[in-house]
């Protein structure tokens, strides 16, 4: 297989504790919706520790994934997956057993030895979402309750912090302007408990930015604004010059902070990044426009202008690795923020002025054979249309959506292009390239131009949660390809 990755300069080397000079400490989502995930072992030896990784989020208490943490002294938040909340909530026993198995199991003060230096617990991932309406809403609190006083039993809670994942879309404003923002009214009395919760337990607040996803439906607020290039007409609020979108999430949250009576809570962000592929300006390029800017405002130790010298306590880069199974309901793009390729090579160069020692890759992937599988263009594709549905609806085709890399290769190519994710997915076997008789196996790499036809890997393991979310993920991606075929 072709390899067209270049050697990437330091990236991850910055993912350090700096709170002591005054500067966020940095680290990485780790996640694991993909259909052959590289073994976690792997990420860890090859990824992490040579990058100098020392924090890690995770979506969920994976012991896979736990079990190659052990040892590595890097700093973990586990995270707790929505549709457990209800149960955690309603069962102090479930919350019990859900600590004995995915914390006391693996923890360790230091990392040392076996154990597992877990930091936090994150309890939900963004359950307010304005999309989710109640679904999680009335749970979340009572769950994290009867996280921390299972914690307390276990004698953890003085050394493990509760944290409640926000998104962006908790607080709103009628402007731009971080002094207008306030908190959503029909999260007034969740968003006090919450509150009340995280103060009294000593915690952040976690929010979750999605800057790409602004910058699609905020037209009034340029691509330079978002990727710390703004040169000139800086946005005024009263005393308060914002250049950038990520100050303005900042302080949006500060506000509103203050307006709900907690102006001094701590603020961390358990999600940032930029994506390289699915849309219009999701590149590599300005990937490494908005990192390379990212990582320069925080070595600045400016903060915001509501919290000048006080910038978050932590922020985590999203993500580590590609996912070909994340839920894309925000967008396509949402399968492409990894700083790695989903088999663990960099995608893009980014000087940090901390050396020239190139990002190490994953260096013995364990791909599966040198094949793909294409359309067969001497059979009659009338009705190809239902295979691509058929193959979009279960592996991942977001790269053919306009603006992707894979957007341009027109009509037949796209069809194989579908039929080869779904072939790989599926482990290179002789029914992932059937297709009702429309599929070809190949020892001819099809790929276009920047247009990569991937081979998967070799795996041990399924994905749980991707077998969880396989139906979601089918209506999804129904909706979202059927129209691809003939572009």
């Given at each position: 297989?072709?390899s067209d990755?270049?050697?990437?300069t330091?990236l991850l080397l910055?993912?350090?504790?700096w709170?002591?000079?005054?500067?966020s400490?940095?680290?990485?989502?780790?996640?694991l919706?993909?259909?052959n995930?590289?073994?976690p072992?792997e990420?860890?030896?090859?990824?992490l520790?040579p990058?100098g990784?020392?924090?890690?989020k995770l979506?969920?208490?994976?012991?896979?994934?736990l079990?190659s943490?052990?040892?590595s002294?890097?700093g973990v938040?586990?995270?707790i997956?929505?549709?457990m909340l209800?149960?955690?909530?309603?069962s102090?026993?479930?919350?019990?057993?859900?600590?004995h198995d995915?914390?006391?199991?693996y923890?360790s003060?230091?990392?040392?030895?076996?154990?597992?230096?877990?930091d936090?617990?994150?309890?939900?991932?963004?359950?307010?979402l304005?999309?989710?309406?109640q679904?999680?809403?009335?749970y979340?609190?009572?769950?994290?309750t009867?996280?921390g006083?299972?914690?307390?039993?276990?004698?953890?809670?003085?050394?493990i912090?509760?944290i409640i994942?926000?998104s962006?879309?908790?607080?709103q404003?009628?402007s731009?302007?971080?002094s207008k923002?306030?908190?959503?009214?029909?999260?007034n009395?969740?968003?006090v408990d919450l509150l009340?919760?995280?103060?009294?337990?000593s915690?952040?607040?976690?929010?979750?930015?999605?800057?790409?996803?602004?910058f699609?439906h905020?037209?009034n607020l340029?691509?330079d604004f978002h990727?710390?290039?703004l040169?000139?007409k800086p946005l005024?609020?009263g005393h308060?010059?914002?250049?950038?979108?990520?100050?303005?999430s900042?302080?949006?949250?500060v506000?509103?902070?203050?307006?709900?009576?907690?102006s001094?809570m701590e603020?961390?962000?358990?999600?940032?990044?930029?994506p390289?592929?699915?849309?219009?300006?999701a590149t590599?390029?300005?990937?490494?426009i908005?990192?390379?800017?990212?990582f320069?405002?925080?070595?600045?130790?400016?903060?915001?202008?509501?919290?000048?010298k006080r910038?978050?306590?932590?922020?985590?880069?999203f993500?580590?690795?590609?996912?070909n199974?994340f839920i894309?309901?925000?967008?396509?793009?949402?399968?492409?923020y990894?700083?790695?390729?989903?088999?663990g090579?960099?995608k893009?160069n980014?000087?940090?002025?901390?050396?020239s020692r190139?990002?190490?890759?994953v260096?013995?992937?364990?791909y599966?054979?040198?094949?793909?599988?294409v359309?067969n263009?001497n059979?009659?594709?009338?009705?190809v249309?239902?295979?691509?549905s058929?193959?979009?609806a279960?592996?991942?085709c977001?790269s053919l959506s306009?603006?992707?890399?894979?957007?341009g290769?027109?009509?037949?190519?796209?069809v194989?292009?579908a039929?080869n994710?779904y072939?790989?997915?599926?482990?290179?076997?002789?029914e992932g390239?059937?297709?009702n008789g429309?599929?070809?196996?190949?020892?001819?790499d099809p790929?276009?131009g920047?247009?990569?036809?991937v081979i998967?890997?070799r795996?041990s393991g399924s994905?749980?949660?991707?077998?969880?979310?396989?139906?979601?993920?089918?209506v999804v991606?129904?909706?979202?390809?059927?129209?691809?075929?003939?572009v």
């Amino acid at each position: 297989m072709r390899s067209d990755h270049h050697p990437v300069t330091l990236l991850l080397l910055l993912l350090v504790s700096w709170n002591p000079n005054g500067v966020s400490a940095v680290g990485v989502n780790w996640g694991l919706d993909s259909s052959n995930p590289l073994p976690p072992s792997e990420v860890v030896n090859e990824l992490l520790l040579p990058n100098g990784v020392t924090r890690v989020k995770l979506p969920d208490a994976d012991p896979g994934v736990l079990q190659s943490l052990s040892g590595s002294g890097i700093g973990v938040i586990v995270g707790i997956r929505n549709d457990m909340l209800r149960n955690l909530s309603q069962s102090k026993k479930a919350a019990a057993s859900w600590v004995h198995d995915n914390v006391t199991r693996y923890f360790s003060d230091n990392g040392a030895g076996s154990g597992v230096r877990i930091d936090y617990i994150a309890v939900g991932d963004e359950p307010f979402l304005l999309s989710y309406g109640q679904q999680y809403q009335p749970y979340v609190i009572n769950a994290a309750t009867n996280i921390g006083i299972a914690l307390k039993a276990a004698k953890l809670s003085d050394r493990i912090k509760l944290i409640i994942p926000c998104s962006s879309d908790v607080y709103q404003t009628n402007s731009s302007l971080p002094s207008k923002a306030q908190f959503r009214p029909d999260l007034n009395t969740t968003m006090v408990d919450l509150l009340s919760f995280l103060s009294n337990h000593s915690s952040p607040f976690v929010l979750n930015m999605n800057l790409f996803s602004s910058f699609q439906h905020n037209k009034n607020l340029s691509l330079d604004f978002h990727l710390f290039q703004l040169t000139s007409k800086p946005l005024t609020d009263g005393h308060s010059k914002y250049d950038n979108y990520f100050d303005l999430s900042i302080d949006s949250l500060v506000s509103s902070l203050s307006k709900a009576g907690f102006s001094g809570m701590e603020i961390m962000v358990g999600k940032v990044g930029w994506p390289t592929d699915g849309a219009l300006n999701a590149t590599s390029a300005n990937a490494q426009i908005f990192m390379q800017g990212l990582f320069d405002h925080l070595k600045a130790k400016a903060g915001s202008p509501l919290r000048p010298k006080r910038p978050p306590t932590e922020i985590y880069l999203f993500t580590l690795l590609d996912e070909n199974q994340f839920i894309i309901t925000t967008g396509n793009f949402e399968r492409h923020y990894g700083i790695f390729t989903f088999d663990g090579q960099a995608k893009y160069n980014m000087d940090l002025g901390q050396g020239s020692r190139p990002l190490n890759n994953v260096h013995e992937v364990n791909y599966l054979d040198q094949k793909w599988c294409v359309v067969n263009n001497n059979k009659d594709l009338s009705n190809v249309t239902a295979s691509v549905s058929q193959a979009c609806a279960s592996a991942d085709c977001s790269s053919l959506s306009p603006g992707g890399s894979c957007a341009g290769i027109g009509w037949p190519v796209n069809v194989s292009y579908a039929f080869n994710n779904y072939f790989q997915a599926n482990g290179q076997s002789q029914e992932g390239c059937d297709f009702n008789g429309l599929g070809l196996s190949t020892t001819v790499d099809p790929s276009v131009g920047d247009c990569r036809f991937v081979i998967g890997l070799r795996t041990s393991g399924s994905n749980s949660y991707y077998q969880r979310s396989a139906v979601l993920q089918r209506v999804v991606s129904l909706f979202a390809f059927a129209f691809l075929v003939y572009v």
